[in-house]
């Protein structure tokens, strides 16, 4: 059964114990991370501030580095073994490395913790690839969304409180041993929590693996680049860690130099920046209504530069006096109650905008390649923060002060958005679509899952209004290429849509034969493709909101490409401002908003017996006396 809720999954076995695994495994690693650098910073710098630094930045630099060697490796073993059995393996050896760090805490042996940070982060490579593959295997389609949105807030917030509690328990009486209990206690934990994950077959059981990270990482990302969305998604998904990690980077000493806050403001923004990553990602599910909507990709990405851009604009003049303010003295400040609300939305707007591209990688990859895939976006990634730092290195060196630089960062995020969505204009248009939609109804929809997975299909829909085929596109998850008449193929805006939706413009045959038969031509060719094909068998708009003969079109496309028919309703469409109900389409002053409507979706027909008077009783039924 498909979840309720995004809260229901929490309460799932194929969700839970690897929810839990995952949210301990990046606790840990953030736990063990910052004590040891708060160990350097304090042990080294009392005799050698050169020194310390030099450590503190080559833990940064280890942690990162196996990434970029093993991450290759990592794909093809989580593809090619049982993914449950594969990940309590890794959790074996976050048990093993992490008892090697406690007796390093415990003596003290600072080149021994630095090398098994080391361990730690090709402990994490391995882990990584499982970590999103792993979740078509347990959850539906439509519960996509809401597991990748559970996931990005879970490690967000790990993150936070992990790099919190490393520095509470390095700081106490005996601190190293707090922390050696505590990583090798987390460790198990985590080990236990893998126990419990449902099996997930290997994807590709078969594969031979090659051990040369440099070859299998071109290899992975040629892969990757044949699909260009897919492509183009970890392009995004890499731009958001860039992003990020120049915020995270920055708020420390963004608190410190320029709000003038003590340490204790700097926590607080950095936990309103990753509850703000946890509300977004969990708003996702809600406002894609459980799908992979990539129309919110480009709103995640406006809302990352206009509160960017607020931010700067907000930051107030740092206020007089040596003393660095505590958080009530900086909430009481003009203007900071505004850098705090950019700061949650800057978050909230990163998670809406991250999402949705995990979900789309997960589900247009091929399952043999998908830990691969993933692999490969991790490989990017690491390039793109470690791009990142040298960047905000030499910008800062080049006198741009924090503010500054964070609005460079929230132009250059505007720039890239606009590159990515001209290479794939799907993502606009899915954006304008989920607009349109959302902003003029308030839609729901029953029995989705009748339209196949993969593989051709012709879905049939009454014919209600020139909104028709948008609602359609928006609802399934699969791209729909629709059938239209050639004068709604032209509508200003609605063009783009169709165009990049792979619309057919059609036109009768006593009008224009020829573009009748390019039409008839590329429904096959579509279909053939394995493609989903959308028809208005009615052939025109409802001029009284009943449901006309279905002409014999349809027959002859699926005698000539055989494809199981789908058939659908729209309900509650009739009296809209794009229907003829109060005349001409589009001539009236709106008489409704944010009306109430429904896409009804019914099981699929065989070919063999999708006549057009069977489909016709098939959509009449669904709609029912709703118009």
């Known amino acids: 059964m498909a979840h309720d809720n995004e809260f229901t999954l929490l309460k799932e076995r194929r969700f839970l114990p690897f929810f839990i695994t995952q949210f301990l495994g990046a606790f840990n690693d953030n736990v063990f991370k910052n004590a040891l650098i708060i160990l350097i910073a304090f042990q080294a710098a ?14 940064a630099g280890l942690f990162v580095l196996p990434f970029f060697l093993f991450s290759a490796t990592a794909g093809q073993l989580s593809d090619k073994y049982e993914k449950s059995r594969y990940i309590r393996w890794v959790k074996l050896l976050e048990i093993v490395i992490m008892t090697g760090a406690a007796v390093g805490f415990v003596t003290g042996n600072t080149l021994l913790l630095i090398a098994l940070l080391f361990l730690m982060g090709f402990q994490s490579t391995l882990f990584g690839p499982a970590k999103y593959s792993i979740l ?3 959850l539906k389609p439509e519960e996509l969304v809401g597991g990748n949105a559970w996931i990005e807030m879970a490690t967000n917030l790990a993150i936070l409180l992990g790099t919190m509690l490393g520095g509470i328990l390095i700081a106490q009486r005996h601190g190293s041993r707090w922390v050696a209990g505590a990583v090798v206690m987390l460790a198990v934990l985590g080990y236990l929590s893998s126990r ?40 995004g998904i890499s731009w958001f860690w860039f992003l990020g990690s120049v915020y995270l980077a920055q708020l420390p000493n963004f608190t410190k130099l320029t709000l003038h806050g003590d340490e204790h403001v700097v926590t607080l923004l950095l936990t309103l920046f990753a509850v703000g990553i946890g509300i977004g990602s969990l708003l996702c599910e809600r406002l894609s209504g459980r799908m992979v909507e ?3 990709v480009p709103f995640g990405a406006i809302g990352l530069t206009v509160f960017g851009v607020d931010l700067f604009f907000a930051t107030p003049a740092p206020p007089t006096g040596e003393a660095l303010q505590g958080v009530w003295a900086f909430l009481g400040q003009p203007g900071s109650w505004r850098v705090v609300a950019d700061i949650v939305l800057i978050g909230a707007f990163g ?33 793109f923060m470690v791009a990142a730092a040298l960047i905000a290195i030499a910008m800062l060196d080049q006198g741009l002060s924090i503010p500054q630089l964070l609005l460079v960062m929230a132009i250059f995020n505007a720039a890239v958005a606009v590159y990515i969505f001209t290479l794939v204009p799907e993502f606009l248009m899915r954006f304008i679509v989920w607009i349109l939609v959302n902003i003029v109804y308030r839609l729901k929809t029953r029995g989705l899952e009748h339209i196949p997975d993969q593989g051709p299909a012709v879905v049939v829909c009454n014919h209600v209004s020139y909104m028709d085929a948008l609602v359609v596109i928006g609802c399934c998850r699969r791209p729909v290429r629709f059938v239209m008449d050639h004068r709604i193929f032209r509508i200003p ?13 059609i036109a009768p045959a006593r009008e224009n034969p020829e ?21 208005f068998p009615e052939g025109r ?36 401002f794009f229907s003829r109900r109060h005349g001409k389409a589009m001539s009236h002053f709106p008489r409704r908003f944010w009306s109430r409507i429904e896409l009804a979706v019914g099981e699929p027909v065989p070919s063999e017996r999708a006549t057009s008077a069977v489909l016709r009783e098939q959509v009449v039924a669904l709609r029912g006396d709703w118009r």
């Open 196 to 235: 419990a994950i449902p099996v997930a077959p290997p994807a590709a059981p078969d594969l031979k693996i090659n051990w040369n990270p440099v070859t299998e990482t071109w290899r992975i990302l040629q892969f990757a680049y044949r699909n260009k969305t897919v492509f183009q998604s970890i392009l």
């Open 294 to 296: 990539i129309g919110l």
């Open 351 to 383: 998670g809406i905008f991250i999402v949705p591209l995990y979900a789309l990688v997960q589900q247009r990859s091929e399952p043999s390649h998908l830990s691969r895939v993933i692999a490969g976006n991790n490989v990017l990634n690491a390039i």
């Open 541 to 576: 708009l409802t001029a009284d909101g009943e449901i006309g003969p279905f002409k014999t079109g349809i027959e002859r496309i699926i005698q000539r490409t055989p494809a199981p028919v789908v058939p659908m309703a729209l309900r509650g469409m009739w009296g809209s």
């Open 493 to 505: 805006v609605l063009n783009f849509v169709f165009r990049t939706a792979g619309a057919i413009p």
């Open 136 to 138: 078509p295997q347990h």
């Open 46 to 59: 009392a005799t050698d501030p050169a020194r310390a630094n030099t450590l503190i930045n080559l833990s």
């Open 515 to 535: 573009i009748l038969e390019r039409a008839y031509d590329q429904v096959a060719r579509y279909l053939e493709e394995g493609e989903v094909v959308g028809i």
